[in-house]
């Protein structure tokens, strides 16, 4: 469960990025935060997980485990502890490309492992088997072999969810993780945290509302550093207008961006793998 | 194929204990080989810590470095002002040398396939023989001192730059090449106005990497006798005066790092400048 | 517009086309430059014929090469090899751990200027410096030439492990610590696999030139080929020493031949995954 109060930072000038952010995630909840670009919303994650300083307010962290955590002022071996039960999946995916799907999905334990055994002999085998059961989970488990970095997007953001899974956190943390998807992988990956979300909370940050009105069970909408909207994930109209501003347009019907190579092959006769739900030509959604 | 490069086991990827098999008969197999050399060589390396005392010993006695040289001895500025001339010099005549033959070995501007083969096979030759060797030679020729070591640095331009002007050469567009001679122009001509400009901004920048180069040779060929401060260096060394030796070893870290400094801005300069014509 | 420029518009202005302002301007630079460096080197240009004639000469007594003295040469060479296989993974190993304190991504400021400053200075340094040192201190022997090519090693590996890691992305080392990895940790699951095509490829072109650089220090006192060819010519066997060239010659070869090799198979597939 994570308790976040009046979370604050500020410019160097003075100027808030994020003014009293207040917020609860619970048991059971997939909580999706919404905003314009440059509202607060990746920073406010950032905070939670202490890859950037707050300037005020707390993040309070309470594991299945019993222990607390304040996030904000954790430092060294408390902050690894904190990190070790919270599960973090990136836009960018990036994970270890070089290295085997099986190995990144175990770095997920890093924290759990002494760091002289992680030198001397890594991971042993029951922990590559319950690897793969991670794997099974976000239906990579044929992939494990593979260097990492022969994936596509979507099947690279599986395997992160797979280490996030692997970690056995108290809390899912996800940063825009389908900003660099196409729709249809995009379906996958939230199809895929939604039930998740039913026996650890995942807070996830996301750029689509139609996703999180389909998926999640409650929304949070930041504007201008300030939790503007807290509660039902359906908005109306008038509500996206007021968090987005002139942004809107592009949210709701992304213009089609310079195809990507993955854009490309989706639609190329030669690789076979036509979309059909998208009418054959991809538009990749950005942020 | 797996990943890794070893068969799948039904498990449908390689189990961390395999791997770690695998990675510590790897490390153990070096491990193995370098003590069998070390020990074949009669390489002792406790001697760290039993003839540690020698190395302090030394070091005492080199500090506190007699830089007071810098100002008594002006004779220094003079060896300073050799090794960087010798450098200097010897990049030019080696780079241009180089740069003439490299036409010769370049696949697509050679005469003749056969000159292209004996061309690169002398660059390579060249980078082969160990500088000293070509130094002492030239010492009979030429005399002690820096004519025979600038020399020496030349040769050895041509052997290490001739190879890497002519890979420039060979990896240019042949498209204006090929409009060049459209036009009616013989083949020194599509040279000069083909493949010359789009080869010289590797050339320069080379340039100016060999320089960094031969000053550092000039150095050590001066240790061998070729003058300027390296020969000052082992002067130093073998009348036993080390306080000499570190202010010198100093001096020479200084005028390194100061010359790529300098050859640094220059070539920036030129760059921003475009003076290519 | 720089002002030698400026002046010799003004002086020279009717008389030069515009054109050829500038480039006369860098010639004159340049002419002076080399006059003076000629005349710093004792450059005799009615000396370099009769100079060139005589180094002619010389080569004559080189030829034909002794090949008796071969089977003797074999050992040397060896043992040249031998220092600079020893010497390359110990100077790997030193070079990695200044890498990674020269690192701006993995290393607190005034370790990371510290580490490269060591790296540059050792840079500066020609290795032959490096070997007269550590043979007065040690006398000489295997020990100091070892020590010298892996000490030496750290100026040119140093400084291209220290790139490597800067290049690498970030937020790969973010996401691997966003798992509450201790740093070390990192390091291991993240740097080393990114890295390590790199660190392959360049300490194998490392060993090609501490083979190089072995046969020179060789000649100062290190053993292996060096020696014999530098005792060779001291005692005016030209012959031989022409011998002890040839050999080296295949050696460097040999070890270039091999060095691409690898590099060019670690490059495309990876050896070690």
Redesign the interface.
Known sequence: MLNVEQLTKKLPDGRALLDGISFRVSRGEFVGVLGASGAGKSLTLRCI?G?TRADGGTATLQANDGQTFELTTCKGRC??????????I?Q?F???????V??NV??????QIH?LR??L?????A???EA?EALRRVKM??Y????TGSLSGGEMQRVAIA?AVF?KPSLYLADEPIASLDPSNSLAIMKLLQPLAKETPVLGVFHQPEMTARFCTRVIAIKHGKIVYDGNPGLSHAQLEDIYGDELMQVLRPAPAALTPEDVSAVSPFSGRIDESTGGLLAKQTT | MSATGLPLPALGYVPPSAMFRRRTAIIAGVVAFITAAGVYLNFKPWMLFTDFHHLVRLADEMVPPNVALLWTKTALYQSVAETVAMAFLGTLVGGTVAFALAFVAAKNTTPHPWLRHVARLGFGLERATPNFVVLLILFIAFGFGPYAAMIALAIGSVGMFGKLFADAIEQIDPGPCEAVASVGANPFQVIRYAVIPQVLPSVVANGFYAFDVNMRAAIALGVYGGGGIGFELQLAMKVLRYPDVLALILLVIVLITGMERVSDLIRRSLLRSDTLK | MSSPTAYLHRRTGALLPRRLRKPLLAFFVLGTLIAVSARLCKVDLSEFFPGLLKGVEVLRFFFPPDWSSLQEMLVPALVTVLLAAVATPLGVVLSFFFGLAGARNLSPPWLRSTARTLIGVERALPEIIVLLLLVAALGVGPFPGVIALAIGSVGMLGKLFADAIEELDAKVLESVGSVGATRSQIIRFAVLPEVMPALLSNSIFRFEVNIRASVLLGAVGAGGIGFELQKAMALLEYERAMMAVLVTLLLVFGAERVSDFLRRRVLDGGKLA
């Not at chain 1, 175990?106 to 924290?111: F, H, P, S």
């Not at chain 1, 002999?121 to 085998?125: V, W």
């Open positions: 997980l890859l902050q690894r502890e904190a990190r070790r039960r919270m599960g973090v990136f960018g990036n994970l270890v490309k070089r290295l085997r099986i190995d175990m770095i997920g334990r890093l924290a760091p992680s030198w002999y890594g991971f042993t085998d922990e590559a088997a793969l488990e044929k494990a072999d593979r260097t280490r970690q």
